[in-house]
């Protein structure tokens, strides 16, 4: 395992931005797959966005268009920028790491309150 931090979040008004960073101790290019995943009060985490350690991005139908995934291998970080952010993006925003984007373990979330 790799040890994961997330940093990033805040409160922001709809419409407006935020740039999510996951940075790590250890090398991060040999971790196959990281994404972010998101969890709302009362609902199951769910994937926003994925990306292999070759640069391949996934991303979840409400994220596509305003979400941009990326990871910087020689600063061991992956970004998650966020643009015309909606009420409905609001939760704690995780960082994962694994052989897939399930991923095999985790940060420990950064919020994401995005008012109307």
């Known amino acids: 395992q790799v040890p994961l931090v997330e940093s990033g979040g805040g409160l922001v008004q709809a419409g407006g931005s935020l740039r999510l960073s996951c940075s790590s101790s250890g090398l991060i290019f040999r971790i196959r797959v990281m994404a972010w995943y998101r969890q709302a009060p009362g609902n199951e985490r769910e994937l926003v966005a994925g990306?292999?350690?070759?640069?391949?991005?996934t991303y979840a139908d409400s994220a596509k268009g305003r979400f941009t995934i990326s990871r910087d291998h020689r600063k061991n970080m992956m970004y998650l920028q966020m643009n015309d952010l909606k009420p409905e993006d609001t939760g704690t925003y995780y960082c994962s790491g694994g052989e897939t984007v399930q991923g095999d373990y985790w940060g420990q979330g950064t919020q994401v309150t995005v008012s109307s």
């Open positions: 990306i292999t350690n070759g640069g391949r991005t």
